[in-house]
């Protein structure tokens, strides 16, 4: 049998339902606060999802940007232009160079 309390029961568990509906808010599936409705309530958050939908398609361009750099690098070339290095014979010149070969004092 419902009672006053069973209603009270369904409407608590139809706000945390909805509670965290709009705590997911820019996520699909879920309800945003934008809109006439929502504005008489003093709750229209349009700018702040579009703030975040803004910073979303950032990060995506980011990624991409990123994955496109570390493709370059990848089919860019494996070995130094500089001589010295592809050389598998070092010549002591090339050490003292590097401060391989000349002593710390």
Known sequence: PWTK????????MFVLLF???????PNAG???????????F???????YLEVEAERRDAELDAKWEEAQRK????????????GE???MVSVHTQALRGLGSPKI
């Open 19 to 25: 509670g965290t509906a709009v705590y997911n808010a």
């Open 42 to 48: 003093g709750m229209d958050f349009t700018d702040e």
């Open 5 to 12: 309390w069973s209603y009270l029961q369904l409407l608590g």
């Open 86 to 88: 592809r050389s598998p």
């Open 30 to 40: 879920s309800v945003k606060l934008t809109g006439k409705f929502w504005a008489f």
């Open 72 to 83: 370059f690098r990848d089919k860019g070339r494996k070995n130094s232009s500089f001589m």
